[in-house]
């Protein structure tokens, strides 16, 4: 998992591959005002985001195995849960189509506070539930950009 600001994501280019067209993409789309919804870029993807944040009690933990994931919040903030996919028990079988696969844990997470700025890529190894709050809901905007694993 990489953690760091907006900012500084670009220091990370040879660990997340065809990172320069994500971010090119996301300058576009600012100039757009951020459009909800899903956005092509050569070598990947990413999808403008717009909601609330739902208890992180109810949530289950995520995987992806063909795309790294790198979560940017732009407006509001989420708290994200981590633990290694090694301390996780599957409770929906992988999906390659949606590339996910959703799990349990016995154990509790990792929480990172995501203030608005603030960036983080997890890895296939890396289980993660986005999108959430221990105590008041907040609403968000946010990116989330879909790398190739290589």
Request: hydrophobic share 35%; with cysteine; charged share 25%.
């Amino acid at each position: 998992m990489i953690v760091c600001e907006y900012g500084d994501l670009n220091k990370y280019e040879a660990l997340l591959p065809y990172l320069k067209n994500a971010l090119a993409k996301v300058e576009e789309l600012k100039q757009e005002g951020l459009p909800t919804g899903r956005h092509e870029f050569e070598g990947g993807f990413l999808f403008v985001q717009r909601g609330q944040t739902k208890p992180a009690a109810e949530g289950l933990y995520e995987t992806h195995s063909k795309y790294i994931d790198v979560q940017c919040m732009m407006e509001g903030s989420e708290q994200a849960l981590y633990l290694p996919a090694s301390a996780l028990t599957e409770e929906k079988p992988y999906d390659a189509e949606g590339d996910i696969a959703f799990y349990t844990a016995a154990q509790p997470g990792t929480v990172l506070q995501v203030p608005s700025g603030m960036c983080y890529a997890v890895f296939p190894e890396d289980g993660h539930m986005p999108c959430r709050h221990s105590e008041t809901p907040t609403d968000y905007v946010k990116l989330v950009i879909k790398l190739p694993v290589v």
